[in-house]
């Protein structure tokens, strides 16, 4: 059975003709979108989205030079699509952040005495994350088990040792706790 779609598939096969098609016009597809994006990155999605539609839609293509147009047309729509979706993502963003709650303090890198901020910058990433999860976003030792996904009890020996490193880093300071 001879595949569907323009002579040139008919002829030679998808494989073959994608083939050909990708190597004759991928750099003028990808130049097309890197001059409508901000990013290389999003270029080269918009050129894998290309083709990845062409070769989906291998048996509508159209022959020769045509097919180049045809392609032109695919980058188009993705590139249009691209753009809507960042556009949807950017309004949702704003309505979230106009309607999230506002803390009533964010402690600035400047609270607190200078040996503390040293010592806790001193601690273990996990340390320094158990002992915010307690004492800045106000968790029980359950819920921070929950977080952690690991068992209450486990929990609470992590925040035990945490507390402990961290006095001592602070008693390295000459901060007494």
Known sequence: MQPAG???????????????VW??????????ALRRTDTPDDAAD???????????RAADAPDGEQARL???????????????????FERLTHRLRDHAPRPAHIPEHGDGPAGVREAFARLR???RDLLTLVAVEHLTTAQV???????????R????????????????????V
């Open 46 to 56: 918009i050129a894998a989205e290309t083709f990845l539609t062409a070769w989906r």
């Open 145 to 155: 088990a929950v977080v952690c996904g690991c068992s209450h009890v486990s929990a």
């Open 6 to 20: 323009p002579p040139a598939v008919q002829a030679t096969g998808t494989h073959a003709w994608f083939d050909v």
């Open 157 to 176: 020996v992590r925040l035990h040792r945490a507390r402990a490193r961290f006095a001592r880093e602070l008693a390295a300071y000459g901060i007494t």
């Open 70 to 88: 045809w392609l032109f047309g695919i980058a188009r729509r993705v590139l249009a699509n691209q753009q809507r979706g960042r556009r949807r």
């Open 125 to 127: 990433p996990a340390d």
């Open 23 to 32: 190597t004759d016009n991928y750099e003028a597809i990808l130049g097309y």
